[in-house]
């Protein structure tokens, strides 16, 4: 028969134990010296001449091979089925070996038993037993029982109808300016709007191993919708609406819904200061002087003089700012302004604008201006990621500095610490002179009782600052770790950086003491180089 695999037979005579071994028919396996020795010790033959045993095996593969293994006649055996069981207990194969040669065959209700001992319930595929019986193939591989595998549920999934990348960039012009007039930063939704749809979890089915025993499928995440006001949700919590006019944000896995307080003409006199749990937008001009505070995003269309806005979304001013030295635009997103002049400008997201003079501008993000001049001259600029411009500087040569790789939000934190950990110095000084001069008269008996509580409450004290200062001292190392980490920093110039411009890469300087054109500033070994664009 083809495609037999070669097995071995226990062959008990006046010489003693021995066994034959049959060659592999065509396509069978030949015989292994391990499944050899584990049937031997299960039977309990151990005097045995593994090097002769294995010699033998190296030649079978030409003819049918007999080895004497010990002289010990020792007992028949009789027909053996061996259980093991693979994939997590989800399959089960025997491998049968024949009897020696004056052992008996076993008979399908045996092998059943054995079956049954073993533990193996479910699953069994008698027919398996049945095909063994009719041909007898030995140490070959019957597959006698099948589990049922678990069918593996799905994760909830939330589908928003909205815009959630509030990252998104304003479109460039050919000439590569930017395109104030279609931004699409804002998500605005109107009353009964679908902001999002909920597939539930599908839990999936259990399955059963060859045992018997349930097997689970794997864990599934599941969700509900998160909301919060001006939102209501359907009947069956699957869906979300919007209750009023307003614009949707997603912050973490929670939708808002803000109303837009609108302005139409200026914020002046005769609107006052604006202070706005949701989104601002102004048709007309911010005045000098006024302020803006909300805690979503600001959309000006006139110009913004000397005035204030603080927000917690993004700004977006499609004319500019003009400071006066007394602008100031704090964001906790993103901002864009078709320009920016004499102002102080603070964002956790990034910076796009045509123009930037005279300036300080501190950005999370990256920092791109690439209007048709694209111009940063003067003033400091930072960003922790990359400065992107046409020209940096001036040819009259006007103090320009532009910063790259330290994380503004970062080194606003390094340096609240630093002054804390001055602060709690200086307090455990006082503490320590106290408690020093507490203990003196304590060991000259001239501590009143009812300075003992003072005492005891300052080494306390000294205690808690000390440990204070330890966390702190901790703190400023990681952050001065992570502020140093960024090593892909860079300085971008597509037409020309000139002389009076200093640039810092992380805490690396360089003076620009000549114009050059087209280049990429960024540290390499230790060093700001630049290399052409």
Excluded: W
């Excluded at 400023?476 to 890469?505: C, D, H, Q, W």
């Amino acid at each position: 028969m083809s495609n037999q695999n070669g097995y071995f037979q226990l062959i008990r005579d006046d010489k003693g134990m021995n066994i034959r071994l049959f060659k592999a028919q065509e396509g069978g396996e030949n015989v292994k010296l391990d499944e050899i020795v584990k049937y031997l010790e299960k039977n309990q033959i151990f005097e045995v001449d593994i090097k002769s045993l294995n010699r033998a095996i190296g030649l079978v593969t030409a003819q049918d091979q007999f080895v004497t293994l010990t002289l010990n006649k020792g007992y028949p055996v009789n027909e053996l089925m061996t259980i093991r069981l693979v994939d997590n207990n989800m399959k089960a194969i025997a491998r049968f070996y024949p009897p020696s040669n004056d052992g008996s065959k076993v008979d399908k209700a045996e092998f059943m038993r054995d079956i049954e001992n073993a533990g193996i319930k479910f699953g069994i595929k008698e027919s398996e037993i049945d095909r063994f019986m009719k041909e007898r193939q030995y140490c070959t591989d019957y597959v006698i029982a099948v589990g049922k595998l678990p069918r593996q549920g799905k994760n909830a999934e939330i589908t928003y109808m909205f815009n959630t990348n509030r990252k998104a960039k304003p479109k460039k012009n050919e000439d590569g300016s930017v395109d104030f007039h279609n931004l699409d930063n804002i998500s605005h939704v109107q009353e009964g709007d679908l902001l999002a749809r909920l597939t539930p979890a599908d839990l999936g089915d259990p399955g059963t191993d060859v045992h018997g025993n349930t097997v689970k499928p794997h864990k599934v995440e599941r969700k509900v919708l998160k909301h919060g006001k001006n939102i209501h949700l359907s009947e069956d919590e699957l869906e979300m609406f919007s209750d009023v006019n307003g614009h949707a944000t997603l912050e973490g896995d929670k939708v808002f819904v803000s109303n837009v307080y609108e302005v139409p003409a200026d914020v002046d006199t005769s609107t006052g200061d604006i202070n706005y749990d949701g989104s601002v937008i102004v048709r007309g001009n911010v005045r000098t002087g006024f302020k803006i505070r909300c805690g979503g995003d600001v959309e000006v269309y006139g110009a913004v003089e000397g005035a204030e806005i603080v927000c917690g979304g993004q700004i977006i001013l499609h004319h500019g700012i003009q400071g006066m030295a007394r602008g100031v635009l704090v964001s906790k997103g993103n901002i864009v302004a078709k320009f920016i002049e004499s102002a102080k400008i603070h964002t956790q997201g990034y910076v796009e604008a045509a123009a930037i003079i005279q300036s300080q501008v501190s950005a999370s993000g990256a920092v791109n201006v690439m209007g048709v001049k694209g111009n940063i001259i003067g003033g400091h600029v930072r960003s922790a990621t990359s400065v992107s411009a046409k020209t940096i500087g001036s040819p009259m040569g006007i103090t320009t500095v532009v910063e790259v790789g330290v994380d503004p939000v970062l080194q606003e934190q390094m340096d609240k610490l630093k002054k804390d950990m001055e602060e709690k110095s200086t307090m455990y000084k006082k503490l320590d002179q106290i408690v020093a001069m507490l203990k003196k008269k304590m060991e000259m008996g001239q501590l009143d009782k009812d300075k003992i509580p003072v005492l005891k409450k300052s080494i306390e004290d000294m205690v808690k600052v000390k440990k204070d200062m330890m966390e702190d001292s901790e703190k400023i190392e990681k952050l001065n770790e992570e502020m140093l980490s960024n090593t892909n920093a860079f300085i971008a110039v597509s037409r020309s950086i000139y002389p009076g411009t200093k640039i810092v890469v992380g805490n690396d300087m360089k003076f620009i003491n000549e114009e050059l054109s087209h280049c990429k500033f960024k540290k390499k070994d230790g060093d700001i180089r630049s290399n052409p664009l």
